[in-house]
């Protein structure tokens, strides 16, 4: 007859009851209550954790408590305990102390345990394809790389090199912590990869492009990211940004080209001419205009006016019959501003110069609004971002 077999996950609950029956008898005696078993001296203790305290031979000591939003523990004939960075085992060894020096106890043999751990979680959001909240696990750490992968991956606009993480501090102000991704990934710098925080905000910022708008085939929005493979240095010519906008279109006036320079914060952008016609039938790269991230190469065409920026739709755009545009009519046509729009400082680029407009103080007088320009054909209108 063959010997009936335990099925494996009945012997291994029955291994840990044996365990656990064995440990609770070498520590307590017939007719006291059973302490509850030590969690991990390796974690430490969170706010919003439960803890379960059990003093031997002292019933009325045997408590749950729960640690405050400011990392304290409330512990009965001590008062408040600080958890803040503490195992459980530096917490109980100083309970036991307390309890002996202060509620003048013979014995204090204490155990603290967790019975609930509190909802740890970091926020990831950017240029990432699903910005959320991520648990982090109680048991390991979970790295930058690691949430990051949780939320879908990198969009191809992230900047993988300046990743972000804001952390909170009892003591003092936040911390500004980089963490440079593609320098993780090339091998090399794993201890680099930052391990997550209760907490923790991780903010991954896109990658600047350059915009190229007026007479191309595919006007647009190019990030450097996806012509990096080819151009390791991530430069980009205005030859090379025509050519990614699929070249000129019908009456696009590639001989009076301008790449308007990315706009920095109280100047006025530097805009370089640059006649695309003469240059593609040269054969002289060292004529060619280099292109950095924020930059626009604008190829005027018709008698349109331009309006981009930080708009919801910009484009080109044509005066009525018979009429003149405004900065604010063509604004109004670009269907307005985008949330962060910097609005103190539109700015008008065209061939005389640039002019700072503050839209938000222009008054309406009489029917017009006094201080709005009107706009000759070829102008551009750029609204920068407010941040």
């Not at 911390?175 to 997550?196: F, M, P, T």
């Not at 009429?323 to 729009?341: D, H, I, N, P």
Request: aromatic share 6%.
């Amino acid at each position: 007859m063959r010997a009936s077999r335990t099925p494996a996950p009945l012997f291994r609950l029955l291994h840990l009851f044996v365990c656990l029956t064995l440990s609770v008898t070498a520590t307590s005696h017939a007719g006291e209550e059973a302490a509850p078993a030590a969690g991990r001296d390796e974690y430490r203790v969170q706010p919003g954790d439960v803890l379960t305290l059990w003093v031997y031979r002292q019933p009325d000591l045997n408590v749950e408590m729960t640690v405050s939003p400011r990392g304290v523990l409330r512990v009965p004939l001590l008062g408040a305990v600080e958890t803040a960075g503490r195992s459980l085992d530096m917490l109980t060894q100083e309970i036991a102390k307390g309890l002996k020096e202060k509620a003048h106890l013979l014995e204090a043999n204490v155990t603290l345990a967790v019975k609930s751990y509190a909802q740890r979680q970091a926020y990831v959001h950017g240029a990432v394809y699903l910005p959320k909240a991520v648990d982090l696990p109680n048991d390991r750490p979970l790295t930058v790389s690691q949430s990051l992968a949780l939320t879908g991956g990198l969009r191809p606009e992230a900047q993988a090199t300046e990743i972000r993480v804001t952390r909170q501090s009892r003591e003092g102000p936040a911390q500004q912590l980089r963490v440079n991704l593609e320098r993780i990934a090339a091998g090399g710098h794993v201890e680099e990869d930052l391990a997550l925080q209760s907490g923790d905000v991780v903010f991954v910022p896109e990658e600047m492009g350059i915009f190229v708008i007026g007479g191309v085939k595919k006007p647009g929005y190019f990030v450097r990211n996806i012509y990096r493979q080819d151009r390791p240095s991530g430069t980009l010519t205005a030859s090379q940004a025509l050519a990614m906008a699929e070249g000129l279109a019908p009456g696009g006036r590639a001989a009076e080209a301008r790449v308007i320079r990315r706009v920095v914060a109280g100047e006025k952008p530097e805009v370089v001419s640059v006649d695309l016609f003469k240059l593609l039938a040269s054969v002289r790269p060292e004529d060619d205009v280099t292109m950095a991230p924020g930059d626009t190469l604008l190829v005027p065409q018709s008698e349109g006016v331009y309006v981009l920026g930080d708009v919801q739709e910009g484009g080109v755009f044509y005066p009525p019959a018979g009429g003149k545009l405004t900065v604010t009519r063509a604004l109004a046509l670009a269907k307005g501003f985008e949330k962060f729009a910097k609005r103190s400082d539109v700015r008008v680029v065209r061939r005389t110069g640039v002019t700072l407009i503050d839209v938000d103080k222009l008054t309406e007088k009489a029917g017009s609004l006094e201080g709005d320009i009107e706009l000759e054909p070829g102008d551009v209108v750029f609204v920068p971002k407010g941040f």
